[in-house]
């Protein structure tokens, strides 16, 4: 149930989250204002679908002394709180909400299950998702995954269970949004060019369990807890899923899950087992002349870098890493890329970052293009070798996103296999 803040509500951020959220809010009578300070071409899109709906909106600017008029404001995960609107709101007074928040006052369904964490957490969302479909159970995935909850709404039922991929952007604005079952998978360095410190960070993912109750779940690390938040209060029942004896921690995770859903352990082993993987995550698409090809651009931090390269044989990887960093740890990976990389290939902004962290570590090859480092990646390879794209960086100083950087990676890596197959 909503609480009673006022009819009177500002969106901000036209992307799928706000544009979804204003439409759904105008339905259910509130009178939205929706602003975005960027015009690219998504965004005046979005803003022409809002108008025509008869909600008023703007793009290109911020109109603070009608954005200021709003009982309270529902923000985009994009729109940090070193933003002028946001700090503006906030001096005001004005309530804060993510998507997220305001999807759980209005959601119809007895069961959410939430996923954070800094790695992993779209391949262990889809694995519960996939195991409560196999237990015959309506299942409705969504959040940091690609669907905002708020846009699945009207066709979740007290029946279906939610299960949601969130991150920090979206938790750090939740206060009373209570899963069923949530699960943290681990907390490393990340978003450090959002928040203030890892300390702001770490409080943003353990929003997911503040305001659950006694019947509720928390699973998470029992080493983060001793490390990160030893003193942390929740009424929720803890279980550690690395006490959990698995061949893996995606497979310990989802036991746990499993138990606390009251899922039959035999379903969860076979959807592990069976699992092909996701686009872009670790996901091996071609494999010539003995070497293998493996797209996992998602990685955009240091801690899923090491992540991936924990996947592969000691000094068998040839890396593609960089591009805009988001954090300067990568000297913390020293060790594993000394023991797991033959030769790293360094293309985008991060680069001298990356060679100095890296210096003596492994062959250094710098590329000026993702054709370049595919194409030096290839001569640098060799049978038994895996070609690893697993940049550990944002993507958008080259490309619009990381799922147009994993594609062109993939189609690059085929031509130039097709030509050398030819």
């Known amino acids: 149930m909503a609480p009673e803040h006022g009819k009177k509500v500002v969106v901000l951020g036209l992307r799928d989250t706000g544009t979804l959220s204003a439409l759904y809010l105008h339905e259910k009578g509130y009178r939205v204002f929706a602003s975005d300070l960027s015009d690219t071409e998504d965004v005046r899109a979005n803003f022409l679908k809002l108008q025509a709906a008869g909600i008023e909106s703007e793009c290109g600017r911020h109109s603070f002394e009608k954005i200021l008029e709003a009982d309270w404001a529902l923000i985009s995960p994009g729109i940090p709180p070193t933003a002028g609107v946001y700090q503006k709101l906030h001096a005001m007074g004005k309530p804060i909400y993510s998507e997220i928040e305001v999807a759980s ?4 369904a007895k069961t959410v299950v939430a996923i ?23 299942t409705v995935l969504c959040g940091n995954i690609g669907n905002p909850w708020i846009g699945e709404l009207s066709r979740i039922t007290p029946e279906t269970t939610v299960v949601l991929e969130l991150s920090s952007f979206q938790l750090m604005h939740c206060t009373s ?47 983060d807890e001793k490390q990160l938040f030893p003193d942390f209060k929740t009424a929720a029942r803890r279980v550690y899923f690395d006490q959990r004896q698995a061949s893996d921690p995606n497979e310990a995770a989802l036991l746990c899950a499993a138990d606390a ?42 801690a899923s870098l090491l992540w991936a390269l924990r996947k592969y044989p000691g000094g068998r990887v040839v890396l593609i890493a960089g591009g805009h960093a988001k954090s300067k740890d990568f000297g913390d990976l020293v060790p594993e890329v000394r023991q797991k990389v033959k030769c790293a ?25 993702l054709d370049e480092a595919c194409a030096a990646a290839i001569g640098e390879a060799a049978p038994g070798d895996t070609v690893l794209l697993s940049t550990g960086c944002a993507s958008f100083d080259m490309f619009k996103n990381y799922q147009e950087r994993g594609r062109l990676f993939k189609e690059k890596i085929k031509e130039r296999l097709g030509s050398r197959v030819g």
């Open 105 to 108: 006052w209005f959601s119809a």
């Open 116 to 138: 954070t964490g800094s790695c992993g957490k779209t391949t262990t969302a889809t694995l519960i998702a996939q195991m409560l479909e196999a237990s015959g159970r309506k």
């Open 345 to 369: 290939v360094l293309m985008g902004e991060a680069t001298e970052m990356i060679r100095e962290s890296w210096a003596g570590a492994a062959r250094i090859v710098e590329a000026g293009s």
């Open 261 to 302: 859903l009251g899922c039959v352990p035999e379903v969860a082993q076979k959807v592990f087992r069976d699992f092909c993987g996701i686009e872009h995550r670790l996901e091996k698409f071609a494999e010539w002349n003995g070497i293998s090809f493996i797209n996992d651009s998602k990685s955009t931090t240091p």
């Open 177 to 223: 949004f209570a899963p069923s079952v949530g699960l943290l998978l681990n907390v490393y360095p990340n978003h450090m060019d959002w928040h203030v410190d890892m300390r702001e960070y770490a409080g943003a993912k353990l929003n997911l369990f503040r305001a659950m109750k006694s019947s509720g779940v928390m699973i998470c690390r029992q080493t």
